[in-house]
């Protein structure tokens, strides 16, 4: 399969890694041009100059991108991917709004199709291809693309409409975030009780509360400045601020989303944005009532 990639970040390094290592001929694009460059020429392919360009010399393009506004810049812009004419399939793999998803789809070029496809787990599981891929498509849909999937990826299921992959994807980071501020919440408790942090951290991945991104994250709840950041404070708030957007347009109450994204809100401003998510703990452990 010949295979475009868009968007080369923490995430969409190793993914596009993965889908050459599986042996697909792959073109990269990405903002930074140079980057496309250097994971090109390591791994063999080659990279277009803008979206456009990688859109006319492949049939299938993935996208890995930070937000609805980046996406909106790569499809739609005068270079962008749905002015190119040979790739049929768009996969968008990033966190979006399914309202995105559902315009992608809406102002697609004829016949080409948009599919929200987008991911669980942090960069380790992208290096070890062991994603859970959550696709808006039919059964059919996520088999035709199954080698691709499949080099990226653990698990991948079929939602069955488009936009339906984003909704879960929200819903499920809605789900990482809260553990995240929750866990913050009761290793900060602990330590005002004389119980030290790995201590605590020992029980808690014990316990019926040791969610797997707890064990994958330790190292970085215990030592944040000696681990690189794989999911920032700002990428979190803006999870969870389209997780709202979503949540209000259904009429949906998410009392405990709100405070999450609240505290998120609060730690940006004291300067946390570029830090990982993990930082909230360190944030936690300076807030007082």
């Given amino acids: 399969m010949r295979v475009g990639f868009a968007g080369l970040g923490r995430m969409g390094r190793p993914m596009a890694r993965n889908i050459a290592h599986a042996g697909h001929d792959l073109v990269l ?20 100059e ?16 930070a937000d609805d506004a980046a996406s909106v810049d790569v499809h739609f812009g005068p270079d962008g991917l749905f002015q190119g004419g040979r790739a049929k399939t768009c996969i968008e793999m990033g966190t979006m709004s399914p309202d995105h998803i559902h315009r992608l789809a809406a102002a697609a070029p004829q016949g080409v199709t948009v599919i929200d496809a987008p991911v669980s787990g942090a960069t380790q599981a992208a290096l070890d291809a062991q994603l859970l891929i959550m696709a808006g498509c039919t059964q059919d849909e996520a088999t035709q693309f199954a080698p691709l999937f499949d080099a990226m990826g653990r698990q991948t299921i079929a939602l069955g409409r488009t936009g339906a992959g984003a909704v879960m994807k929200l819903a499920v980071n809605a789900m990482l975030h809260g553990i995240n501020q929750t866990l913050a919440e ?24 040791g969610a797997p991104m707890l064990k994958y994250r330790r190292p970085l709840y215990l030592d944040e400045a000696g681990h690189d950041v794989t999911f920032t404070v700002a990428l979190a708030h803006k999870d969870m ?44 452990r300076k807030t007082k009532p």
């Avoid at 694009?29 to 277009?48: C, P, V």
Wanted: charged content about 15%.
């Fill in 50 to 65: 803008t979206p456009r360009a990688l859109a006319d010399t492949v049939n299938v393009v993935v996208t890995m991108l």
């Fill in 29 to 48: 694009w990405n903002r930074s041009a140079q980057a496309a460059q250097d994971l090109a020429d390591a791994l063999g392919g080659t990279h277009a």
């Fill in 186 to 209: 009761a290793i900060t408790l602990a330590e005002a009780c004389g119980i030290a942090a790995d201590q605590a951290f020992d029980v808690i991945e014990a316990s019926a509360a």
């Fill in 241 to 284: 601020r389209v997780t709202a957007d979503l949540a209000a347009a259904q009429n949906v109450a998410m009392p405990q989303s709100a405070v999450t994204q609240s505290v998120l809100s609060q730690a940006m401003q004291n300067g946390f944005s570029e830090r990982d998510m993990a930082a909230i703990l360190n944030y936690m």
